[in-house]
Nanobody, 128 residues
Framework: QVQVVESGGGLVQPGDSLRLSCAASPASSRTFKTYTMGWFRQTPEKEREFVAAIDWTGDTASYNESVKARFTISRDITNNIVYLQMNGLKPEDTALYYC??????????????????WGQGTQVTVSS
């Protein structure tokens, strides 16, 4: 089993920035490697939506078009941590943000079905 813990959410005003973090770790001490790590978001009115993903090397990243010019995903490969730098936040970015982890070789990108583990989410609220 893998533990996935997100952090960094909060209440901000339009135009502000936030940096989300997500750490993935095995429940027991064993060799562990993550492949794709991604961020999805969900509101009560909508299904879980793809935000961004990054492959295990950190060289390939994908973004939802609505965030591409404002958000940046990056990762600490050694420590299985992924970050989401969110700039120019808008009210429509308000959602519960989930970190998704793919524990097997491949790149799932925006396909939620390809991920194996996820966390409890961190709330981002953008409001004036």
């Amino acid at each position: 089993q893998v533990q996935v813990v997100e952090s960094g959410g909060g209440l901000v005003q339009p135009g502000d920035s936030l940096r989300l973090s997500c750490a993935a770790s095995p429940a027991s001490s064993r060799t562990f490697k993550t492949y794709t790590m991604g961020w999805f978001r969900q509101t009560p009115e909508k299904e879980r939506e793809f935000v961004a993903a990054i492959d295990w090397t950190g060289d390939t990243a994908s973004y939802n078009e609505s965030v591409k010019a404002r958000f940046t995903i990056s990762r600490d490969i050694t420590n299985n941590i992924v970050y989401l730098q969110m700039n120019g936040l808008k009210p429509e970015d308000t959602a519960l943000y989930y970190c998704e982890v793919q524990a097997y070789l491949g790149y799932s990108g925006d396909d939620l079905r390809g991920y194996d583990y996820w966390g409890q989410g961190t709330q981002v609220t953008v409001s004036s």
